[in-house]
């Protein structure tokens, strides 16, 4: 969230996603303890085994070189590469020990180029995705649920109006993730994994110009996936 790298209204507006995130995770149970990745304490492997779930909120963009690309746009922004070393660890340390991982907008990203998989450098400026290259305001789009999946199950197969502001995405999926929503534009907007719970979302349902019931809804399955895999 403190990235040197990155603005100050991206800061502040992490803080505040953060915090909501935090906030509804907490009144569906969960004890929350954060870890910023710009700053980050412990190796992942290691705080992985202290936890019963793992949550990846979102941020600025992955290098290119962490799924064997060159860079090939100008508008990348906040490139750390500490902080996509430490969440991709993270996230395969979960992946890995089946633990339930949940990936938010960049946190999905994250997951799926911990998987293996790629991602869309830069979808373009003013596309129903992002109003501005540096994801600077949020738009309202539609999504579509696929029936059968996870997703399906925590939301019902249908169309789902989200909070969306970013202007990389989803390509070539990773090994052992299945996608369960898309755009009408074609644009992978959530998977998840084939074995043991995890979620990606493209959207921002912690945006705080969002439906509260629609984050309230996903963290409640994300607690109870984490209360079921602690009683295991």
Not at 23 to 52: H, K, Q, T, W, Y
Not at 75 to 94: Q, V
Not at 185 to 198: H, L, M, Q, R, Y
């Amino acid at each position: 969230m403190d990235a040197a790298q990155s603005s100050d209204w991206l800061r502040q507006f992490l803080h505040t996603l953060a915090k909501n995130a935090a906030s509804a995770a907490e009144a569906a149970g969960a004890e929350v303890s954060f870890v910023d990745a710009a700053r980050p304490a412990g190796d992942p492997a290691e705080l992985v085994r202290d936890a019963d779930g793992v949550l990846i909120l979102g941020g600025a963009d992955l290098d290119p070189a962490t799924y064997g690309q060159q860079r090939r746009v100008e508008n990348l922004y906040g490139l750390d590469a500490a902080a996509d070393a430490f969440e991709l660890g993270l996230a395969r340390a979960a992946l890995d020990s089946g633990l339930p991982i949940l990936g938010i907008c960049r946190g999905m990203q994250i997951l799926n180029v911990a998987a293996g998989g790629s991602l869309i450098q830069d979808l373009g400026r003013g596309t129903m995705h992002n109003v501005e290259s540096d994801n600077s305001t949020m738009t309202t789009h539609s999504v579509e649920i696929i029936p059968g999946t996870l997703l399906g199950g925590i939301y019902g197969p249908v169309e789902l109006q989200v909070r969306s502001g970013h202007h990389q995405a989803v390509d070539a999926i990773g090994a052992g993730l299945l996608v369960s929503a898309t755009a009408s534009d074609g644009i992978v907007e959530a998977f998840e994994g084939t074995a043991g719970w995890a979620l990606g979302v493209q959207w921002h349902p912690e945006d705080p110009d969002g439906d509260p019931e629609q984050l309230a809804t996903l963290m409640r399955a994300f607690t109870t996936a984490m209360a079921a895999t602690r009683r295991a």
